[in-house]
């Protein structure tokens, strides 16, 4: 696959993979996990304190252990998700606080009854190869939140699933419910269903939250996507490339911690960077630097031979309007184009703590024409162009030709109703409906159509 999203030179991506090695000596990398600790220490990590100094022959023997590739599985226990390589795949975003009100426009909220709705409406796009646990349900008890989320999901939902959890207390309980659903541990760990996110916390710091979940998931053998999040002026350098080389240096701890507490476990080179805005001290997930930093992360991520993943297609817009639109346009193109293998964020707004279903089926018109750009231009007939005009001559008859209704629908992506290709008189006599208006309906129609899986 031809990428022209290579924002870095080979040489570049040496330095920063030199640098991110030499901030792990200096000045380390603070653990606050006991056991990771221990983990490090035997393996002749030099330990002061809770900060971590990593040789580079630890980083090089965790790379030789760590996998390439590897699938998710279905319901069906068929593999529907796969990580490494050439391949792209996208999930809605995750763990939005809040959801945007179709009718009010107002950010409330969101409960179990909306999560059940995103999961219904992503089953039903084949735009989207796995679920996530999209929002926060707030109608469900805190203590059992993260259980309650996957669950639901695993009800609703055929797809593999992308997930996480928010405390320590909450991790057992999810490799509980997706053994039960998997009827055994081995079965879990031969057809994983669900990879979890999970986050280091910047600058250089692998919290005791953060270390449980790398240890756990690697002994359980349910792949984990690293979400390093440094925020380029603020939590991280100001520099674009300075934020990638610290997100190197996170992501190569947390596969040291993964791979010595499981060696051979499945771990992916993600990430949720952002640029830190000067005037509003947010951190902006639908700006052009952000989604470079992941290119950029993710080229070194993949320069290793690790799968790679990336939050965007999100929008920091409150409505579903011309920003939205534009910004998770912009960014999954760009990440398309890098070749990211899991792109999440779909469906956000406002920073990602606002999940739209509105925004979500608009995302999957956006992603679809993404994937068309990608298959590229083919060469179907032994002609360009020559045997064609050979048929018709200058008659300009082309569709009257067997070869346009045999390969329209090949060269072509037709667009579900939300987008509108009609003349204006159509659009007029059909009411006037703008994209939010097509949203809405496309969104009942997905519903109305949606079968829940049996057993």
């Not at 999957?364 to 018709?392: C, K, N, V, W, Y």
Request: charged share 20%; hydrophobic share 45%.
């Amino acid at each position: 696959m031809n990428l022209p999203a290579d924002l870095l030179s080979q040489d570049l991506i040496s330095r920063v993979l030199d640098e991110a090695r030499q901030l792990l000596v200096t000045p380390g990398i603070r653990v606050s996990d006991p056991e990771a600790l221990r983990l490090l220490k035997d393996s002749g990590a030099e330990i002061n304190d809770d900060i971590v100094h990593i040789s580079d022959e630890l980083i090089q023997k965790a790379l030789t252990t760590v996998p390439h590739e590897f699938d998710l599985f279905n319901r069906n226990g068929q593999p529907a998700v796969h990580y490494g390589g050439d391949t792209l795949q996208f999930d809605p975003g995750s763990c939005a606080p809040h959801f945007l009100d179709p009718e009010t426009g107002e950010h409330r909220n969101s409960t179990s009854a909306d999560l059940i709705n995103i999961i219904k409406v992503t089953e039903m796009l084949p735009e989207f190869a796995a679920q996530s646990t999209a929002v926060v349900c707030h109608d469900a008890p805190k203590e059992s939140g993260d259980v309650h989320r996957l669950q639901l999901v695993l009800e609703y939902s055929n797809k593999p699933v992308v997930t996480g959890a928010f405390s320590s207390q909450g991790i057992r309980p999810m490799i509980g419910l997706l053994t039960a659903h998997a009827g055994s541990a081995g079965a879990l760990r031969a057809k994983p269903r669900a990879i979890f996110d999970v986050c280091p916390s910047p600058p250089l710091h692998w919290t005791d939250f953060a270390c449980r979940c790398l240890i756990e998931l690697g002994r359980a053998g349910i792949p984990v996507e690293m979400v390093s999040m440094p925020l380029a002026g603020a939590t991280a350098p100001v520099t674009l490339i300075g934020a990638v080389t610290q997100h190197a240096a996170e992501s190569l701890t947390g596969i040291v911690i993964h791979q010595l507490a499981s060696p051979g476990a499945p771990i992916v080179w993600g990430g949720a960077p952002a640029i830190f805005d000067m005037r509003t001290g947010a951190a902006p997930m639908g700006a052009i630097e952000t989604a470079m930093i992941c290119a950029a992360y993710a080229r070194v991520g993949k320069s290793l031979g690790l799968p790679t993943h990336a939050y965007l297609c999100a929008s920091d817009s409150k409505a579903l309007d011309a920003q939205a639109g534009m910004e998770s346009g912009m960014t999954v193109l760009l990440g398309v184009m890098a070749g990211i293998n899991m792109i999440s964020g779909a469906g956000m707004l406002d920073f990602l703590n606002c999940f739209s279903l509105e925004k979500l089926v608009l995302d999957a018109e956006a992603i679809a024409m993404a994937q068309r750009l990608l298959i590229g231009i083919d060469t179907p007939q032994s002609s360009l162009a020559l045997g064609t005009f050979a048929q018709i001559g200058l008659t300009a008859d082309f569709l009257k030709l067997k070869e346009t209704r045999q390969l329209f629908r090949q060269e072509q992506h037709l667009p579900s109703s939300v987008i509108d290709r009609a003349s204006l008189r159509t659009w007029q006599e059909s009411g006037n409906q703008d994209a939010a208006r097509r949203t809405k309906d496309r969104v009942k129609e997905l519903l109305m159509q949606y079968n829940k899986p049996l057993g």
